[in-house]
């Protein structure tokens, strides 16, 4: 029998804890967890004893020898470890709102991972991580990072091409996505084969009972999905039908942010009107959780962080680890490195798509080519990406205005200095190395 796993959670204060401690426990006969280290910073020290005492009272109703540590000592956690996940936010909640509040000030798009929000949100990550990595290079040298910390392609890329440690990354969308078509099709006897890059993702074959099906019931699948959004922050704007069934694939919801970049504008310059970002209201959903985590009779993952836009990410993290741990080879969509599964991007980009989990990693399926049209904007926003890494770990201004120049959500001319400008001085205490 394989020894009792030690595992280490960083960013143990998160609202989500509750949801891998659950996860954790549901699949504890094959992941013999010995101990759960829950880290966190001194900032998230209250928060952290909240969801900690909880998690202590879900193993306890569950009767699993599984010891749950509360430590702001990464080292101590780091120790030995079998797994690390990260589910950090660098600046917290408040750094969120400003990376949407700025952006839409000045017209622009203001989103968590997407345009202005996603890239400060790589350039306060990234170095965070690397050092994450660095310290598991010499505590954990043969342990794996599951990173589900966003924006989850350009953390995990950054990782693979500045560390030795083993990475893999992880994105609730396309658990979305399928749940989205199972309703659709009624049954559970279907297969989506996924292509592309974190938030960037299609399906490209949807199979069914032996067939492929995706020209037939994309029409099907728009229409459902106009009257019910496949993630908590994007309103179910309808696709054009036209557009999608000749792109031939299933695009993910944030492709919005491109193929319907005025429409998504609209709607977020409506709701800024109105006093609220999407930021803020996450903060309102976090506290009301907090508190219902405070109940000293809860024991279990209450029913309202389904709630919790980012919902299964960190289930999605537990069976990623128990397929690994097991060799189970089953199929699971994950980040990991292109290995010419996408012919036009470089072999240790790293993609997300659909791949079998072994113990040595992911190993992607064979895919056909995407279209030309997909083809063009993946190489560019893979490039997008590739430059964020590079002026994230550089901390270099003009290799960061050369990425946000070729972005479509980001290209705006001089604006695109303003807002940038105005973002550095607003995240000045977590971007350090900069000259600002």
Not at 216 to 237: A, C, G, M, Y
């Amino acid at each position: 029998m394989k020894k009792p796993l030690k595992i280490a959670t960083i960013g143990g204060g998160s609202s989500y804890t509750p949801e891998i401690v659950a996860g954790f426990i549901s699949r504890y006969q094959d992941v013999p967890i010995k101990e759960l280290w829950l880290v966190d910073i001194e900032a998230g020290r209250e928060k952290l004893e909240i969801v900690g005492a909880l998690a202590r009272r879900m193993v306890e109703k569950a009767g699993v020898p599984m010891q749950i540590h509360l430590t702001m000592d990464r080292e101590e956690a780091l120790k030995d470890a079998d797994f690390v996940t990260t589910q950090l936010r660098v600046g917290l909640l408040d750094a969120r709102i400003q990376d949407e509040r700025i952006p839409l000030s000045h017209g622009a798009i203001g989103q968590e991972t997407n345009g202005f929000g996603g890239f400060m949100k790589a350039l306060r990550t990234i170095p965070v991580v690397l050092e994450i990595a660095k310290e598991m290079e010499r505590l954990c040298p043969n342990a794996w990072l599951i990173n589900f910390s966003n924006p989850s392609s350009m953390v995990t890329e950054a990782v693979h091409r500045h560390s030795s440690i083993k990475c893999i990354g992880l994105c609730n969308v396309p658990i979305g996505m399928q749940r989205s078509v199972g309703e659709v099709i009624g049954d559970e006897d279907f297969f989506i084969h996924f292509l592309g890059m974190n938030h960037y993702v299609w399906g490209k074959h949807i199979y069914h009972q032996g067939r492929e099906i995706t020209q037939e019931i994309l029409p099907k699948i728009i229409e459902h999905e106009s009257t019910k959004s496949v993630v908590k922050n994007l309103k179910p704007i309808v696709w054009n039908k036209e557009f999608v069934q000749q792109l031939g694939m299933l695009p993910c919801p944030y492709h919005r942010y491109y193929y319907m970049q005025d429409d998504i504008l609209h709607e977020e310059l409506e709701s800024f009107k109105d006093g609220k970002t999407r930021a803020e209201v996450v903060r309102g959903v976090e506290e009301a959780l907090f508190e219902i985590y405070k109940n000293p009779e809860l024991n279990e993952k209450p029913a309202e962080l389904e709630q919790r836009g980012g919902a299964h990410y960190s289930d999605a993290a537990c069976g990623l680890i128990r397929a690994i741990y097991t060799n189970s080879q089953e199929i699971m969509v994950v980040n990991m490195p292109n290995n010419g599964t996408i012919g036009i991007l470089p072999d240790d980009a790293i993609i997300e798509t659909s791949a079998m989990i072994t113990s040595f990693g992911p190993v992607s399926l064979k895919a056909s080519p995407l279209p030309a049209p997909a083809q063009a904007e993946i190489l560019l926003m893979k490039t997008f990406e590739r430059l964020t890494i590079e002026a994230a770990v550089k901390k270099d201004y003009n290799i960061a205005i050369q990425a946000l120049t070729i972005n479509p959500l980001t290209k705006h001319g001089a604006m695109t200095r303003v807002i940038f400008n105005e973002l550095l001085q607003a995240h000045k205490p977590h971007l350090s190395g900069w000259q600002i």
